[in-house]
């Protein structure tokens, strides 16, 4: 079974920073990608930014030029530096690795249990 932790979430004041880690342990075939989802009180949760095994990156409008994502794939872990922080960005930002748990199996979705960020003065 895989799980996933994540770390570095806090309060900030606007225009600051947070760097976000997501560390991947368990039982894996293989990871597809990697990425952040974050869910703002009252709305759904939406895609932040992912990243392939070959570091292709894929970003909401919102947070371009504002957040970074990378990935160590010797340590399973990603991280998402948050820049230039705006009120908006409030919100619980969950980790999700997509992946096959075993050779011949679907690749599926697993997801971490959140971490809180709130940008607020």
């Known amino acids: 079974q895989v799980q996933l932790v994540e770390s570095g979430g806090g309060l900030v004041q606007p225009g600051g920073s947070l760097r976000l880690s997501c560390v991947a342990s368990?039982?894996?075939?293989?990871?597809?990608?990697m990425g952040w989802y974050r869910r703002a009180p009252g709305k759904e949760r939406e895609l932040v930014a992912t990243?392939?095994?070959?570091?292709?990156?894929n970003y909401a409008d919102s947070v371009k030029g504002r957040f970074t994502i990378s990935r160590d794939n010797a340590k399973n872990t990603v991280y998402l530096q948050l820049n230039r922080l705006k009120p908006e960005d409030t919100a619980v930002y969950y980790c999700?690795?997509?992946?096959?748990?075993?050779?011949?199996?679907?690749?599926?979705?697993?997801w971490g249990q959140g971490t809180q960020v709130t940008v607020s003065s």
């Open positions: 990243i392939t095994s070959g570091t292709s990156t």
């Open positions: 999700n690795l997509m992946g096959r748990p075993a050779w011949g199996q679907p690749i599926r979705p697993y």
């Open positions: 368990g039982s894996i075939f293989n990871i597809n990608a």
